[in-house]
């Protein structure tokens, strides 16, 4: 069956930039979409269509998607970033939705 | 303001079956694809069907297939998850989700707990 790949976790200092990836065969074809979920919160849509913000997103939350990899780029990372992180995408057929396995960013 | 208010979920035991419900508000629901996506305790967010806005088109996630029925009823503005043969890994947090480029709004979910 079709998987979306992250890495488990990711570290990085306040003011720092952090990368999130998500590898997937289907990437070419389908968009990507991020999530954020911070602890014993529900998840909240970061990126949509690979780059897009949605209202209310701030500007250091940025998505870029090349080949079978997307990156969730967050520049001057802050205290509150701190959450998991999700990918998500559909099989080369659309017809099937797929999350990640999830990115735990952890702000030292 | 747009609300997805999930219920239903509860203890069943394995082999049992229970009903979601997601109460949908503040938008126009039957312009939607609504799905659902299931959490397990400690684990990451898995997606399980989806509904397309005339009910002409369903899906399942292969773990659920044959089990679960998703329906939805534009009148009641609401969507529904009848979950069949309940397992012990289908122990989860529900989550109602609309889509609308990306799942942009969720519930705040419904624990469904399946054990003896």
């Known amino acids: 069956s079709y998987e979306l790949t992250q890495s488990p976790s990711v570290s990085v200092s306040p003011g720092q930039t952090a990368r999130i990836t998500c590898s997937g065969d289907?990437?070419?074809?389908?968009?990507v979409y991020w999530y954020q979920q911070k602890a014993g919160q529900g998840p909240l849509l970061v990126i949509y269509?690979?780059?897009e913000r949605p209202s209310g997103i701030p500007e250091r939350f940025s998505g870029s998607s090349s080949g079978t990899t997307a990156t969730l780029t967050i520049s001057g990372v802050q205290a509150k970033d701190e959450a998991d992180y999700y990918c998500?995408?559909?099989?080369?057929?659309?017809?099937?939705?797929?999350f990640g396995g999830g990115t735990k960013l952890t702000v030292l | 303001e747009v609300k997805l208010v999930e219920s239903g979920g509860g203890l069943v035991q394995p082999g049992g079956s229970l009903r979601l419900s997601c109460a949908a508000s503040?938008?126009?629901?039957?312009?939607?694809?609504m799905h659902w996506v299931r959490q397990a305790p400690g684990r990451g967010l898995v997606w399980v069907s989806r509904?397309?806005?005339?009910?002409?088109?369903?899906s399942y996630a292969d773990s659920v297939k044959g089990r679960f029925t998703i329906s939805r009823d534009d009148a009641k503005n609401t969507v529904s998850l009848q979950m069949n043969s309940l397992r012990a890994e289908d122990t989860a947090v529900y989550y109602c989700?609309?889509?609308?480029?990306?799942?942009?709004?969720w519930g705040q979910g419904t624990l469904v707990t399946v054990s003896s």
């Open positions: 989700v609309r889509s609308n480029y990306g799942f942009d709004f």
């Open positions: 503040g938008f126009t629901f039957r312009d939607h694809w």
């Open positions: 509904i397309n806005h005339d009910e002409s088109s369903k």
């Open positions: 289907a990437l070419p074809k389908q968009y």
């Open positions: 269509k690979d780059s």
């Open positions: 998500q995408s559909a099989d080369s057929s659309g017809t099937y939705v797929i």
